[in-house]
Nanobody
């Protein structure tokens, strides 16, 4: 059974930092890409960041609201991705989901993700 194991997140004050990690288990092949999405109360889910994981130096993409503040990275051997969140803002509050696209060669669009984590709460408030 394929699972995405998330850890990290939590609470921070505005301007603070948090980090998260996500490891895929139960899947022995190479994933195509992995990413982070988030959903705030009353809002649609949005892409935060994604990274091509079929190679160690895969291209990264960011949502406009986090670019320059968040960094996605990977440990290729461990099939794990990380999200470093700096200069957090209250509008970063939400449930963050890790996701994996296992179809090699796909475009890694938001609709291409096959597996999802359980979600982790991130709260930014003073």
């Amino acid at each position: 059974q394929v699972q995405l194991m998330e850890s990290g997140g939590g609470s921070a004050q505005p301007g603070g930092s948090l980090n998260m990690s996500c490891r895929i288990s139960g899947y022995t092949s190479r994933t195509n890409c992995m990413g982070w999405f988030r959903q705030a109360p009353g809002k649609e889910r949005e892409m935060v960041a994604r990274i091509y994981t079929y190679v160690p130096t895969g291209t990264r993409f960011y949502g406009g609201s986090v670019e320059g503040r968040f960094t996605i990275s990977q440990d290729h051997d461990k099939q794990t991705i990380y999200l470093q969140m700096n200069n957090l803002k209250p509008e970063d509050t939400g449930v963050y989901y890790c996701a994996a696209d296992v179809s090699l060669g796909s475009a890694c669009r938001n609709t291409d993700f096959d597996y999802w984590g359980q979600g982790t709460q991130v709260t930014v408030s003073s």
